[in-house]
Nanobody, 122 residues
């Protein structure tokens, strides 16, 4: 079982990035996949979810700016991030679980990737 994030980097305010979460032995039909982030000296927070029925849910602070999509053939989940702000700077993680599917701090999710850094500067 493995989750591998990629796509992070440094952008200016207003820019865009697309993060990828490649899953091995984790299947969207059986696992809820969440995107979470953690900034220095802040608690981890949920960004977006993709549930087993293909429904998405977003944290209020990213609604209208971030979009989750998936590619079944590649077993990969994406997080398209537009209109990035400096407060979006954080390490971004994807996580999966068969039973848990909620935003929040990600506590209880069974599988985690190593994270990818997003830095937004003005």
């Amino acid at each position: 079982v493995q989750l591998v994030e990629s796509g992070g980097g440094s952008v200016q305010v207003g820019g865009s990035l697309r993060l990828s979460c490649a899953a091995s032995n984790i299947y969207f039909s059986a696992h809820c996949i969440g995107w979470f982030r953690q900034a220095p000296w802040k608690e981890r927070e949920g960004v977006a979810l993709y549930d087993t029925n293909g429904r998405t849910k977003y944290a209020d602070f990213v609604k209208g700016r971030f979009t989750v999509s998936h590619d079944n053939a590649k077993n990969t989940l994406y997080l398209q991030m537009d209109s990035l702000q400096s407060e979006d700077t954080a390490m971004y993680f994807c996580a999966a679980d068969r039973w848990r599917c909620e935003l929040g701090d990600g506590q209880g999710y069974n599988y985690w990737g190593q994270g990818t850094q997003v830095t937004v500067s003005s």
